[in-house]
């Protein structure tokens, strides 16, 4: 594919787009025929508006290739059908000449992302049917939330109605949860791991440790997958103007006090989901500065590539999203308390809050937004006012806009002293960024991007190991 060709054609990939919330409620709208946006994930969510907004925003020239993850063919194929009756439905829609069918073209990958060597299968093919990558937004996550501990949900709600419906205290999740053995099928328990490995020059080097589920799912299988596409990531034009990007979706709940870099993976912490998304905070935000740059250039620099279609690249970046507080199927729920779910974000956002977007259409206003904004102006406004934690808000009357987002230790862009903490949104309790607070926060960065890489080493020489043996 030529340069012009390859230029005027944009590769997107979405993990986690499956095209439903839970059973109960695609049931409800495909009896009712209702509008599947209503009770979509955030993925499929993103999908649709990435859809909308490249048709009606870009050149008729340029194409969009949309690729989506799900963890199964059978939901692959649901969500191709739905986001193709979404793309007629946007197309339709439109009054003017730029919306066409033909500029966007969707398919579908399978993969499990607290199984590595799934993950290690779809970067492979990737890299053998995909010229390059503008963009991959990692949605796909797993919560492990066991249930609601309701006097405390009861009683926050009623005496600190918004702030609870933020940052809610009372859900509760699973401790030790583990993946399946990576390297064999053993069960997922501390002390039942004892799967050997190969490395690359064929000799044992030892038994498989523990992986936690939440921290694959939400992290480290993102972290191998992102690192192993990194040619297609990288294969854009050495300026300023193009950018392979890396767009991470964490969440407002990823609190300081959630993680500890002693329990990287969050296997111990009652909070394994919040934890993993503070992780993603510290990684993203850390990901561009000079105490980090030993770690990250390794992690994000291709290696020479015949993918290549430019004789000079230039490294992707990273960008951090959330969606604010929308209605998804994260945490199961019966269909009468989804609803009153739903009620009480519409009026915690009459309340003032810019947090509560409610519907994932609404939530996925970020994530697209710095998918397609031009590389300038992201690059313009991370000059001026550092990188950010970008979140999708509304304002009371429900009209969309994208906020920089207060990160404890790094602030709303890693600046001391700026004049954003007057905000709404703040959580109760919040510091202003100082400079010792500003200073731990790198630190930690650091720290996590060591372990992070070491952790990634570890695994690809295990998993070579394994498919080492297996050629043989």
């Not at 492979?124 to 919560?143: C, H, M, R, V, W």
């Not at 006097?151 to 009623?158: E, H, K, Y």
């Not at 998918?371 to 970008?390: D, F, I, R, V, Y």
Request: hydrophobic residues 35%; neutral net charge.
């Amino acid at each position: 594919m030529g340069e012009a060709t390859l230029i005027n054609r944009m590769y997107i990939l979405v993990t986690g787009a499956n095209a439903s919330v839970t059973s109960r409620q695609e049931h409800l709208a495909l009896s009712q025929d209702a509008d599947i946006l209503r009770y979509s994930g955030l993925g499929f969510a993103i999908c649709c508006r990435l859809i909308d907004e490249f048709l009606h925003a870009h050149p008729k020239q340029e194409n969009l290739t949309l690729i989506v993850t799900t963890r199964d063919a059978t939901k692959g194929n649901d969500t191709l059908t739905r986001l193709n009756a979404h793309l007629r439905k946007s197309v339709s829609a439109s009054k003017g000449t730029l919306a066409t069918t033909e500029r966007v073209s969707l398919r579908f990958e399978t993969v499990e992302l607290t199984s590595l060597l799934s993950v290690r299968a779809l970067e492979q093919k990737l890299l053998s049917d995909t010229p390059k990558l503008d963009a991959i937004i990692l949605n796909a996550g797993y919560g492990a939330f066991t249930g609601i501990n309701w006097p405390l949900a009861i009683w926050t709600i009623l005496t600190d109605w918004v702030q609870a419906m933020t940052w809610p205290k009372y859900k509760l999740s699973g401790r030790g949860n583990l993946t399946d053995s990576q390297l064999g099928s053993m069960p997922s328990a501390f002390g039942s791991r004892r799967a050997s490995y190969d490395d690359t020059n064929g000799k044992k080097v030892g038994s498989e440790p523990p992986l936690g589920a939440v921290f694959c799912s939400n992290v480290f299988g993102h972290y191998l997958l992102c690192h192993g596409l990194a040619p297609l990531l990288s294969n854009h034009p050495a300026t300023d103007d193009a950018r392979g990007r890396i767009i991470w979706v964490s969440s407002l709940e990823a609190t300081s006090e959630t993680f500890s870099c002693s329990d990287l993976q969050g296997i111990e912490s009652p909070k394994s989901y919040e934890s993993s998304k503070r992780l993603t905070d510290i990684l993203t935000l850390t990901s561009s500065l000079p105490s980090t740059s030993r770690w990250v250039d390794h992690y994000l620099n291709a290696l020479t590539s015949s993918k290549s279609t430019f004789t000079s690249t230039t490294k992707p970046k990273m960008y951090l999203t959330h969606p604010g507080i929308c209605s998804t199927g994260i945490v199961a729920l019966p269909l009468i308390l989804y609803y009153l779910m739903t009620g009480a974000f519409y009026i915690c956002r009459l309340f003032g809050s810019p947090w509560h977007t409610t519907r994932a259409y609404t939530g996925a206003c970020a994530p697209v937004w710095v998918a397609l904004s031009p590389q300038s102006q992201l690059n313009s406004l991370e000059k001026s006012q550092g990188p950010a934690k970008w979140g999708s808000a509304t304002d009371t009357m429900g009209t969309e806009r994208v906020l920089r987002t207060e990160v404890e230790g790094w602030g709303y862009g890693g600046k001391v002293g700026d004049e954003l903490g007057k905000r709404k949104g703040r959580r109760r309790g919040a510091k202003d960024l100082t400079q010792e607070a500003k200073e731990d926060f790198e630190v930690l960065g650091r720290h996590c991007w060591e372990r992070m890489e070491g952790l990634r080493e570890e695994w690809e020489r295990r998993l070579d190991g394994v498919e080492d043996t297996v050629s043989r």
